[in-house]
């Protein structure tokens, strides 16, 4: 049986990241910084390993920030429409971190844990 293959894309179409298999983890944050990278109370991602990337096509910038428990967060985004699609960082040297909504998969796996709960908006709560 083929291992399955997933494609993230930025909004407009500019910037993708093809990766094989499943992920290690599916996630939810509440930090204030992913609620600023993502302008929504949360962010929902997934980790891959590095060695799980298939394929990067497009432009992208990135830029790093730092994290409540002092390492860089590298975060890399479309040039043209600013869409944040993966992350790496210094906690995790073999993974990459990909925004689920990219994917445009409804059926994608649901987070597993909701991370910085204590900063979630009250009104959010993960079923």
């Known amino acids: 049986m ?35 990278a993502t302008g929504s109370a949360f962010s929902y991602r997934a980790r891959f390993a590095k060695t799980a990337i298939a394929r990067l096509e497009g432009d992208h910038r990135s830029w790093r920030r730092g994290s409540d428990a002092g390492r860089w967060i590298e975060q890399s985004f479309c040039p043209s429409c600013g869409t944040l699609v993966f992350m790496t960082g210094e906690a995790i040297p073999e993974e990459i971190v990909v925004s689920v909504g990219c994917f445009a998969d409804p059926a994608f796996a649901p987070p597993v844990k909701l991370f910085w709960e204590n900063r979630r908006h009250g009104w959010y709560s993960l079923v």
Do not use: H
């Not at 993708?16 to 600023?36: D, F, S, W």
């Open 2 to 36: 083929p291992e399955i293959q997933r494609t993230a894309s930025c909004a407009c179409g500019g910037l993708k990241l093809t990766v094989t298999g499943e992920p290690a983890r599916v996630y939810a944050c509440a930090c204030l910084e992913c609620q600023r």
